[in-house]
T-cell receptor, first 112, second 114 residues
Framework: ETGVTQSPTHLIKTRGQQVTLRCSSQ?????VSWYQQALGQGPQFIFQYYREEENGRGNFPPRFSGLQFPNYSSELNVNALELDDSALYLC???????????FGDGTRLSIL | GQQLNQSPQSMFIQEGEDVSMNCTSSSIFNTWLWYKQDPGEGPVLLIA?????ELTSNGRLTAQFGITRKDSFLNISASIPSDVGIYFCAGQDAGGTSYGKLTFGQGTILTVHP
């Protein structure tokens, strides 16, 4: 059984640029959630997608957006990057919205 | 954003000792989960708890879902060097538009001396 995979593993961008992060969910999982983890902190919920629809959103501005595809893989897009967006971005999948979430190893995003 | 109160922040123990950490919240959660995160990796699920008062074990790990649904603890018995890492508690909302959302504690950094 393949787990959650994320790409790329590392990314360096400059302020004002746009970025797309990708996530392949675990086999059999229809729900994908995205989290931002700053250094030394616990992950913060960005949003969740269930069967291609946004199911809930945390306290992040609209420049954070997402997509879920028919195969349940997902993208996180961030526009107009700011220095504070530097963080580890984690994707988690689950077999339903209220089931335990399993995480990928994340994308480390650095903004210069 | 909202975070759970997790304690202690860090622990330094000798191999073979038992470890206890806990998490409290001002909000009720439907599910409590415990994760372990190693450097450069994502959190790995250790234990999931679904009912108030539930006590669940996974090998040397034991966790409990508090009766009030606002707290949980994790115990590790007979620690070994590979237990080193950051342990996070997470609560899953009971309802509302974000009921799939996990709210995490700040983490407990565990160091085990051989």
């Amino acid at each position: 059984e393949t787990g959650v995979t994320q790409s790329p593993t590392h990314l360096i961008k400059t302020r004002g640029q746009q970025v797309t992060l990708r996530c392949s969910s675990q086999s059999g999982h229809n729900t994908v959630s995205w989290y931002q983890q700053a250094l030394g902190q616990g992950p913060q919920f960005i949003f969740q997608y269930y069967r291609e629809e946004e199911n809930g959103r945390g306290n992040f501005p609209p420049r954070f957006s997402g997509l879920q595809f028919p195969n349940y893989s997902s993208e996180l897009n961030v526009n107009a990057l700011e220095l504070d967006d530097s963080a580890l971005y984690l994707c988690a999948s689950s077999s339903d919205t209220d089931q335990p979430q399993h995480f990928g190893d994340g994308t480390r995003l650095s903004i210069l | 954003g909202q975070q759970l109160n997790q304690s202690p922040q860090s622990m330094f123990i000798q191999e073979g000792e038992d470890v206890s950490m806990n998490c409290t919240s001002s909000s009720i959660f439907n599910t409590w989960l415990w994760y372990k995160q190693d450097p450069g990796e994502g959190p790995v699920l250790l234990i999931a708890l679904y009912k108030a008062g539930e006590l669940t074990s996974n090998g040397r790990l034991t966790a409990q879902f508090g009766i009030t649904r606002k707290d949980s603890f994790l115990n590790i018995s007979a620690s070994i060097p590979s237990d080193v890492g950051i342990y996070f508690c997470a609560g899953q909302d009971a309802g509302g538009t974000s009921y799939g959302k996990l709210t995490f504690g700040q983490g407990t950094i565990l160091t085990v001396h051989p």
